[in-house]
């Protein structure tokens, strides 16, 4: 049974700190029992570095955009380099723990982790200007698909769906090679700053734009084509989810929608469950959508009625 706190009735004694400290990090504390008896005191990935490693990689990707403002043209290649020396070496690092964290194999060396974490880390970096071609593509979107933006340059520094994307695309990549637990603390790092929130596991084309954005939500299993826009408020989440013989949730089953090429889904829809948005289709706000629609769909929510409520009508 959980406790409930209680205030200190002990007339001002001296707190007993050793005996909290026990409490919080014993054998019996229910947080700390994973780590501390599983993983055999293995360093755990660090949230704080995560997030310096997401925001280096912006500087990579966006070379002048971020990091140092007095760049010329003759040295954001010595900027970029050492940048992404750094990103190397650090990344390297969370890789190896979080693949130790996630082992279920307690007889596993670390140092083979170390080793995979170096192949890991050199696939990641080398897979960088592959990310950069995706990420120019969204930059593109979004300046076409906005009215309001004056410039691509207005887009990379300013528009929260071009931030989010770019933590999804650099976190989907190490997903893709199999590094557990560091994508999810990417993306989640975007959806903290945005609003956005994206799973790394999701499949996104190129050129896909997030106006405004705030309170996205794109499932694991959701698949994207090219040239799609959504808006803020959009939800392409899971209706349900089987449980397995112990009731716990099966997982990685596909279970989220499949979005085809160039589907605008306006604020607020929801579309839910393994359904397919036909290509070409536009999907109103607001609507909840559980079905399949077929190529050029126009699908909208009721018109708004009118009545006259007469002294209160019973309201």
Request: net charge negative.
């Amino acid at each position: 049974m959980t406790r409930v706190p209680q205030p200190a009735t002990n007339g001002g004694v001296a707190l007993d700190l050793a005996a909290v400290v026990e409490e919080l990090c014993g054998n019996a504390s229910p947080m700390t029992h994973r780590w501390l008896e599983d993983r055999q005191l293995d360093p755990l990935p660090s949230r704080d570095v995560v997030v310096r490693i997401s925001e280096l990689l912006r500087i990579v990707l966006f070379p002048g955009y971020f990091g140092s403002s007095e760049l010329r043209a003759e040295t954001v290649r010595y900027h970029v380099g050492h940048t992404l020396d750094d990103i190397q070496r650090t990344l390297a690092v969370q890789i190896q723990r979080s693949l130790a964290f996630a082992e279920s194999d307690a007889a596993a060396q670390t140092s083979e982790h170390e080793a995979r974490a170096r192949s890991i880390t050199t696939a990641f970096v080398g897979a960088l200007p592959c990310i950069q071609e995706l990420l120019a593509t969204d930059v593109r979107a979004a300046f076409e698909g906005d009215p309001a933006a004056r410039s691509p340059d207005e887009t990379i520094f300013c528009y929260p769906g071009v931030l989010a994307v770019t933590h999804y695309r650099v976190a989907h990549e190490l997903h893709r090679l199999g590094v557990p637990l560091l994508p999810r603390m990417i993306t989640e790092h975007a959806h903290s700053v945005t609003g956005i929130d994206i799973h790394p596991g999701a499949t996104i084309g190129a050129g896909f734009f997030i106006d405004h954005g705030t309170g996205v939500v794109i499932g694991e299993t959701s698949v994207i084509g090219n040239g799609v826009r959504i808006y803020q408020g959009v939800t392409l989440g899971a209706r349900s989810f089987p449980l397995d013989a112990t009731g716990s949730p099966v997982k990685g089953i596909p279970r989220h929608p499949i979005i085809e090429d160039g589907v605008v889904i306006y604020s607020g829809a929801t579309v839910l469950g393994r359904v397919t948005i036909g290509s070409g289709s536009v999907i109103g706000g607001n609507v909840w959508l559980t079905v399949s629609v077929p190529a050029g769909s126009r699908i909208t929510s009721a018109p708004p009625r009118q009545d006259v409520f007469a002294s209160g009508g019973g309201i």
